[in-house]
């Protein structure tokens, strides 16, 4: 059995250290989901996934340094939005579907605006705005200036990244508004790993904010006061989190093979989902609440029942799967991954069953 050390290394190595060399009021049947689509046209490992508001546009970030949107209709790429000259790793739409958010995690030579954000206009296929942090306040260390997380508050007033801390920035002036400390000096001197913070998510309501560690916890601030709550319970990093629908679970995925579910007001364990072979590198919510699916290097995506907590169904014959995510109606389920950082990523739709 490997260790936590060794699986930590095989999976940094993936994040870059490579690199650097709405169905409302429905649930999903027992009947197994239909394979919709298998997009291709990445040439690497496809890291980050995000449907727009509207389920009509997927949008795809990559080891290949592109950012590409698909049609959902069609099944047929749109848009190629520019090249990095690093790896893309996260990406998320705005609230209202009209800009795309994205940062690279890693590059095979140093360059200057690696720690940048990007936001893109999905109308023109133009870059908007370049948010560029500053590197006096990163924590320093290989990953200090990557961008492994993005995302928008429900109102798109706000957008939290990750960059070692989080940095919540004001979209009315495009300046940094505040930073969250991700882990204090006794949280560094625990971590697994060089990356500090892995995954950040608001709350449907915007008030909370969350973020995967590799210290094994998961950090829950109140965004009005900054004020900090620590989830304890993994026994490996963090990789991935996210809220449920009405704000008071939260799911998180991890190392050490497992999906765990927490109470939100009691900040306690609710469940933990068991059932993978390798590390858990991506979890979601369904818009209704009632499922929780979660992707693994063990080139499964499962679905989980979140009342039970037993698992539901297992999608094989993918690669290492890196991303999955519901539809806004949670009519479909993409996932994303790569059997190696350089060869061509896979993006998989599958159609959600439902029960009327």
């Not at 298998?38 to 690497?44: A, E, P, R, S």
């Not at 109308?123 to 993005?150: C, E, F, M, P, Y």
């Not at 539901?312 to 190696?340: E, H, I």
Request: hydrophobic letters at 40%; a negative charge.
């Amino acid at each position: 059995m490997k260790s936590n050390v060794e699986q930590l290394r095989a999976f940094a190595a993936w994040m870059g250290l490579v690199c650097l060399g709405l169905l409302p009021v429905s649930s999903i049947s027992a009947q197994e989901p239909k394979l919709r689509a298998t997009l291709k046209g990445h040439t690497g490992v496809v890291v980050g996934l995000a449907f727009s508001p509207d389920g009509k546009t997927l949008a795809s970030a990559s080891y290949d340094g592109t950012l590409k949107s698909w049609d959902m209709t069609t099944g047929k790429e749109r848009a190629t939005l520019g090249e990095y000259e690093g790896c893309l790793g996260y990406v998320a739409f705005s609230p209202d579907g009209k800009t795309l958010a994205t940062g690279a995690i890693g590059s095979p030579i140093p360059f200057p605006d690696l720690g940048d954000v990007r936001l893109w206009d999905i109308s023109t296929g133009k870059l908007q705005t370049i948010l560029k942090r500053n590197t006096d306040t990163l924590l320093t260390g290989a990953a200090g200036q990557d961008v492994h997380s993005v995302a928008f508050s429900p109102d798109g007033r706000t957008l939290a990244t990750m960059n070692g801390d989080v940095t919540l920035w004001d979209l009315t002036t495009n300046k940094e508004r505040t930073t969250l400390t991700g882990h204090t000096k006794e949280d560094m001197a625990t971590s697994e790993g060089v990356f500090p913070v892995m995954s950040v998510a608001f709350s449907p309501d915007g008030r909370t904010l969350a973020a995967a560690g590799h210290d094994s916890t998961v950090k829950v601030w109140d965004v009005a006061t900054a004020r900090r709550s620590t989830l304890s319970g993994h026994t490996h990093a963090v990789y991935s989190v996210s809220f449920s629908p009405d704000g008071k679970t939260l799911a998180s995925a991890s190392g050490d093979k497992t999906v765990r579910l927490w109470d939100l007001t009691t900040n306690q364990e609710l469940a933990t989902l068991r059932g993978h072979a390798e590390s858990v590198t991506s979890v979601a919510f369904s818009p209704d609440g009632k499922i929780v699916a979660s992707a693994s290097f063990d080139k499964t995506v499962r679905l989980w029942d979140v009342a039970t907590g037993r698992e539901q169904v297992t999608l094989k014959g993918n690669p290492a799967v890196w991303s999955v995510v519901f539809s806004p109606d949670g009519r479909m389920l993409a996932s994303a991954g790569g059997s190696s950082v350089n060869a061509p990523g896979e993006l998989t739709v599958w159609d959600i069953a439902t029960d009327k």
